[in-house]
Each structure stands twice: as structure tokens, then as C-alpha cells.
């Protein structure tokens, strides 16, 4: 097959996937997130846009130097490195633009169950489970933390310690029974 009917990028799902690991907002909604996350999103867009992007320019610059571009490695994946990178720039100031910061510390001491609140929940069999409520953009389920936007976050959201939610899954609803509530402490002015 002749190179002219081929895409430069034959995975179709990586053309533009700016939040390919992050779900999209929903309709009318703030994109909440805690003081830390939007500091480390805000990290790497600094580190994107001052450090790496810069680096990548260079090596395009100093492969396209080197002659032929259409078998040149470096020149080609600089390109891609590139565009990945403008993507994620582009992702994150937009996701920066609309952030709306809460400091889930104001809520220290409270047993109602709010943005940035760990819960600890059992289910309908005594598994007991603990997460932690945070924003879509800062939300990692390997160190238990679940977006605000979840099925078992919308549930909790507004429970108090003692409560009982009904939590709506594929598999079904199931009763869920509020444990515990904490919030990290404020962080003291010194």
C-alpha cells in the first residue's frame, strides 16, 4: 500500500486524546479540586512549558538539520513528542482555567460527608472500604481516591458517620453504611 493512504498516526484513539485517562466534565458542572491537586497539575504544566518543551524544540531543531526529515528518527519522533506535548498543555490550562479550588480543611471535624472528605464505608456484606473524595483531574483509584463525579461518591456526598446510602451499580443497588468521616486538618499559618 503506497504511504499516501496511510495516516501518519494509525492509532485513531491517540489523535486527540487530551483526557483519554480523565472523564469529561459533566454538563453545567465545576471541575472542583483540593489546593494540592491543582498545584501538581499546575507543576506540570510549568515543567511542560519551561523545561521539556523547550528540550524537545531543540532536538527537532537539530534533526531537521541533519537532511532528509522523512528518514530521519529523531526529526519524526520529536514531532510526535511535540504534539504530545502541545496536546497536554493545552488539556491542562484549560482544566487550570475552569478549576474551582476547595479546601476540603474546612469542613475539619465535620461527620457530614463533603468534596475532599476520606470515608470509610461497608457494603451490604461488611466489606469495609475507604476512599477518599477528590477531583476528576487529581483522582488516582490505586491510593483509594474516587472522583467526586463517581457512582459511590454521589452516594456518600452529604451522608453523615451512621448514615446508610444506596449506592447504584451495573451489578445493582446496595445499601452502604457511613463508618467514618475525616478531613485534613488546616494547615497552620507559620
Do not use: C
Amino acid at each position: 500500500m503506497s504511504k499516501a493512504f496511510t495516516r501518519e498516526n494509525d492509532n485513531a484513539g491517540d489523535v486527540d486524546d487530551d483526557g483519554a485517562s480523565l472523564p469529561p466534565l459533566p454538563a453545567g458542572s465545576r471541575n472542583y479540586i483540593t489546593p494540592q491537586g491543582y498545584a501538581r497539575l499546575r507543576a506540570e504544566l510549568l515543567d511542560l512549558m519551561d523545561n521539556e518543551r523547550p528540550k524537545v524544540v531543540e532536538a527537532v531543531h537539530w534533526a531537521a538539520r541533519n537532511g532528509d526529515r522523512s528518514e530521519n528518527g529523531d526529526y519524526i519522533y520529536g514531532k510526535k513528542r511535540l504534539r504530545e506535548i502541545d496536546r497536554r498543555i493545552r488539556f491542562l490550562t484549560k482544566r487550570l482555567e475552569i478549576a474551582e479550588v476547595t479546601d476540603p480543611a474546612v469542613h475539619h471535624g465535620s461527620d457530614q460527608v463533603f468534596f475532599g472528605a476520606t470515608v470509610t464505608y461497608a457494603d451490604e456484606s461488611g466489606l469495609e472500604r475507604t476512599v477518599t473524595i477528590m477531583g476528576i483531574d487529581e483522582a488516582d483509584s490505586a491510593q483509594g481516591q474516587v472522583s467526586w463525579i463517581s457512582p459511590v461518591a454521589r452516594a456518600l456526598l452529604k451522608a453523615r458517620e451512621g448514615d446508610v446510602a444506596r449506592l447504584v451499580t451495573p451489578a445493582g443497588a446496595q445499601e452502604i453504611e457511613v463508618l467514618k468521616v475525616i478531613y485534613p486538618a488546616a494547615a497552620s499559618a507559620g
